[in-house]
């Protein structure tokens, strides 16, 4: 609490958990601590009414060292990536690197955050690519709901699309699997000797 | 054979190829009639999305830059269709330059020298710039006037400022000049840059009833006879998923949803036999009958 109007709210580096907030700004290349709270993020972000924290709060949970609570809430998962924050900060913060940032922490510590069906459809979509090389709509769409058990998930939908050619039960096949398994092995090895994030 | 004017190397990426087909045969025509040499990147790959830059960008960067250094087998600067690949590969160009550190970890994945500085460009830009304005009214062979569109942009066309560079971020008019060549008129409306729901579509589809209802109510009220979109994962939101809007919000809409390439092509001449307007959800077909297009 403030005692008079005179006295200065400080915050130490301990209470601003800075090593986390110096990792977030390495990761998204942007400054975190240059937000004012301005709130323009959070005046155009399209999904601030699904998220807990909207952008603005999100920054300023960060400056006080309560990136736990960033990582384990919804709101990071919730994010669309439309930009339309990093568009508009009048002090260059680009929030939408940040939210990549967070979600590749929160992701790295598996389990930290409940929103598991995002989740669940980044893993399935990027196992596809590694697999396949190329994002198969159908295949995609079963798995989840395979994974999800939401089974019935736009039942009526697949077979109007299937109809209408939108779906392919068979595809060709990339003719440089290997190439591709290889970029995601040496990527792993990167992490691995610790030369890569 | 005539000789083209221009020629491209072409990547459509993944949904061109299944639930936006029309968007990649409506593409093809329409270039050929343009005599606009479009040449498929072969064996392309996924450009990872956004599920791959949400939780590992450099992943995202070395898919991109793999898909660069493919794109090189073929002539011409890199035609890009899908507004997320787009945003994707010149985000990859821009990060690439600008940070050798990640440039650096991309090489050792892809084990190789990167060469990135192939022109990255969407279509809207290969149209309206490089083919240019004046070249498109003249190819038009059947105008669409009295029709009336809502040029829907999206987010990532435009998004952030310095890196599509196609045009301004918050205000732009690209979309508007090319169909209004081809003499449609356009709506002024309110949501043209709001975001659809994305990719939450297969996640939390509740997402996308909620934000792109609010797209189709704004068309509506502006007057629009359909939305034009330069994006598959938008007209999957706005056609795909209209019927199951109309159902949670109470409202019918009945807007066809239309790629550019569709509107241009059918100006420019193409059959409308060719565009795939059979294959989308909500029909065009008495739309484009009742203003004699079809």
């Known amino acids: 609490m403030l005692q008079n109007k005179n006295s200065k709210m400080t915050l130490s580096a301990e209470t601003m958990n800075l090593d986390f907030v110096k990792k977030v700004e390495k990761l998204s290349g942007s400054s975190v601590r240059r937000c004012f709270q301005?709130?323009?993020?959070?005046?155009?972000?399209?999904?601030?009414?699904?998220?807990?924290?909207?952008?603005?709060?999100?920054?300023?949970?960060?400056?006080?060292?309560?990136?736990?609570?960033v990582?384990?809430?919804?709101s990071i998962w919730y994010c669309a990536s439309c930009e339309t924050c990093s568009t508009r900060c009048p002090n260059k913060v680009d929030l939408a690197a940040i939210m990549d940032?967070?979600?590749?922490?929160?992701?790295?510590?598996?389990?930290?955050?409940?929103?598991?069906?995002?989740?669940?459809?980044?893993?399935?979509?990027?196992?596809?690519?590694?697999?396949?090389?190329?994002?198969?709509?159908?295949?995609?769409?079963?798995?989840?709901?395979?994974?999800?058990?939401?089974?019935?998930?736009?039942?009526?939908?697949?077979?109007?699309?299937?109809?209408?050619?939108?779906?392919?039960?068979?595809?060709?096949?990339?003719?440089?699997?290997?190439?591709?398994?290889?970029?995601?092995?040496?990527?792993?090895?990167?992490?691995?000797?610790?030369?890569?994030? | 054979m005539t000789k083209n004017v221009l020629n491209y190397s072409y990547y459509p990426g993944c949904s061109l190829h299944a639930s936006a087909k029309e968007y990649d045969e409506s593409t093809q025509?329409?270039?050929k009639i343009l005599r606009i040499g479009l040449q498929e990147v072969p064996d392309w790959l996924c450009c990872g999305a956004t599920p791959a830059h949400n939780v590992d960008e450099l992943l995202s960067l070395s898919l991109c830059a793999k898909n660069l250094e493919l794109s090189e087998q073929v002539e011409g600067d890199?035609?890009?269709?899908?507004?997320?690949?787009?945003?994707?590969?010149?985000?990859?160009?821009?990060?690439?330059?600008?940070?050798?550190?990640?440039?650096?970890q991309?090489?050792?994945?892809?084990?190789?020298?990167?060469?990135?500085?192939?022109?990255?460009?969407?279509?809207?830009?290969?149209?309206?710039?490089?083919?240019?304005?004046?070249?498109?009214?003249?190819?038009?062979?059947?105008?669409?006037?009295?029709?009336?569109?809502?040029?829907?942009?999206g987010c990532l066309l435009t998004r952030p400022a310095d890196v599509p560079q196609l045009d301004c971020a918050e205000a732009p008019t690209i979309m508007?000049?090319?169909?209004?060549?081809?003499?449609?008129?356009?709506?002024?409306?309110?949501?043209?840059?709001?975001?659809?729901?994305?990719?939450?579509t297969l996640s939390r589809p509740g997402v996308v009833l909620q934000l792109s209802n609010e797209i189709l109510a704004s068309a509506q009220r502006a007057g629009a006879d359909c939305i034009m979109v330069a994006c598959p994962l938008c007209h999957a939101n706005l056609d795909i998923r209209q019927k199951d809007i109309e159902a949670a919000s109470g409202t019918r809409y009945n807007l066809p949803v239309l790629y550019m390439t569709q509107l241009l092509a059918l100006g420019a001449g193409v059959s409308a036999k060719k565009l795939g307007f059979d294959s989308m959800m909500v029909s065009p077909l008495p739309l484009l009958q009742e203003k004699g297009l079809v």
């Open chain 2, 78 to 104: 890199l035609a890009v269709a899908c507004a997320a690949c787009f945003s994707r590969l010149k985000t990859a160009q821009h990060k690439l330059e600008e940070n050798p550190e990640k440039r650096k």
């Open chain 1, 38 to 69: 301005c709130g323009k993020c959070s005046a155009g972000c399209p999904m601030r009414t699904f998220m807990e924290h909207p952008p603005n709060r999100i920054v300023r949970l960060l400056q006080l060292g309560q990136y736990e609570r």
């Open chain 2, 29 to 31: 025509e329409l270039f």
């Open chain 2, 176 to 200: 508007e000049r090319v169909i209004e060549s081809m003499g449609a008129e356009t709506v002024k409306w309110s949501h043209r840059l709001e975001c659809c729901g994305a990719n939450f």
């Open chain 1, 101 to 197: 940032a967070l979600r590749k922490c929160s992701w790295d510590a598996k389990g930290a955050s409940k929103e598991s069906l995002v989740q669940l459809a980044n893993r399935l979509f990027l196992d596809n690519i590694r697999t396949y090389g190329r994002q198969y709509e159908m295949r995609l769409a079963a798995a989840f709901n395979l994974h999800s058990g939401k089974l019935l998930k736009d039942f009526m939908l697949g077979p109007k699309l299937l109809t209408k050619g939108k779906l392919k039960m068979f595809h060709q096949k990339n003719k440089n699997l290997q190439e591709i398994e290889k970029i995601f092995s040496r990527i792993e090895e990167l992490r691995k000797k610790g030369e890569a994030p």
């Open chain 1, 71 to 74: 990582l384990a809430g919804r």
């Open chain 2, 106 to 153: 991309v090489e050792y994945a892809l084990d190789a020298p990167l060469t990135m500085d192939k022109p990255v460009k969407h279509l809207l830009e290969i149209l309206a710039k490089d083919y240019g304005l004046e070249q498109l009214s003249s190819a038009m062979r059947k105008s669409l006037s009295g029709l009336k569109v809502a040029c829907y942009y």
